[in-house]
Structures are given as C-alpha cells and as structure tokens.
C-alpha cells in the first residue's frame, strides 16, 4: 500500500497523543489520565542533543520499528510513576513489586512500551508506511541522553499523569 500522508510533525503527535491516552487508559485505567503539554514539545534533527530526564532515577521504555518508516521510540517515566504503573497494570502493592524485584518494573514498562509503539506503529500503517516492531528492551538511569544518528527525526513530546512528568523521545527516518 502506498504512503497517503507524509510524516508530518501533526501526523506523529497525533498518533503519539492517540497512543498514550488510549494504552495507559486502558490498561492503567484506575489512574488520571495521561495529559499532553504542548507547550513544551521539540522537533529537531536527531544530532541535536536533548535529556528527557532531569536527574532523577528513570525507567525508559524502548520498542523500535522498521520498514517503509523506522525509528525508535523511548518512553521516560520517573521510578515512582513506573511503580505505580506496574502496580495498576498488575494489581500488586509495593511490597509485592519490593519483594518480586526490579525486573517486575521492567517487564510491566517493557509491555506499555510495547502496546503504545504498537498502537503508534498502527497510525503509521494507517498512512501507507508499512513497518513492523521489534523486541522492547529497558533502560534504567538518571544522567544520560540518546544521541542516534545524524540523518533522524527526532520528535520529543512531554505529558503528565498523576504528577508526574513522562517523555517521550521519537527518532524517525523513512525506509530504503
């Protein structure tokens, strides 16, 4: 199928907006809903540089994917709102995730990530660019920043949920 947009700025928040809301709703359902601020949001040559994160310990979601679009897609989400995530996602209380360990946090993230790249990878099949996902893999730190290739979109967008700052960092280029 052929591309019928092109991947615009407004084609890519608009199906990130879509993504969030629609995965942490359903699958967080009994938290506030994930709120976009636009005020704050980058588009930039990837080379540019950008920390999404402001020194507190951080939980980063990452699903790629590829075909007639690729990229990268790495989620923020402070450790306490990445708890209370897996919390809702997986009714534990904190003692169960205390007891159950860090990877619990990992998998519960890795599995947002992967359902919200998914529902974004779905917006751009919807558009022509055929692509598919690739494994979700996690980061954990507080003083880091990406820094991919030169020839990259990369497209930042903040939103907050339950008082809490989440990021997400999009790194596109189209297929060859």
Request: glycine share 8%.
């Amino acid at each position: 199928m052929p591309a019928t947009q092109e991947i615009t700025e407004r084609l890519v928040s608009e199906n990130i907006k879509r993504a969030m809301t629609h995965v942490f709703q359903t699958m967080l359902g009994k938290m506030p809903p994930v709120v976009f601020s636009p005020r704050q949001n980058v588009v930039a040559t990837a080379a540019s540089r950008h920390s999404a994160i402001d020194g507190q310990q951080h939980v980063v979601g990452t699903v790629g994917f590829i075909g007639q679009a690729n990229g990268l897609i790495y989620i923020y989400l402070p450790l306490p709102f990445a708890r209370l995530c897996t919390r809702n996602l997986l009714g534990l209380t904190d003692r169960e995730i205390d007891e159950a360990g860090e990877d619990t946090v990992n998998d519960a993230i890795g599995e947002l990530t992967n359902m919200t790249v998914g529902s974004f990878k779905s917006g751009l099949c919807d558009a022509g660019y055929s692509c598919m996902l690739t494994m979700p893999s996690i980061l954990r730190g507080s003083n880091f920043c990406i820094e991919p290739i030169s020839s990259a979109v990369r497209h930042v967008h903040f939103f907050e949920c339950a008082g809490h700052r989440i990021v997400t960092d999009i790194l596109m280029k189209l297929g060859e």
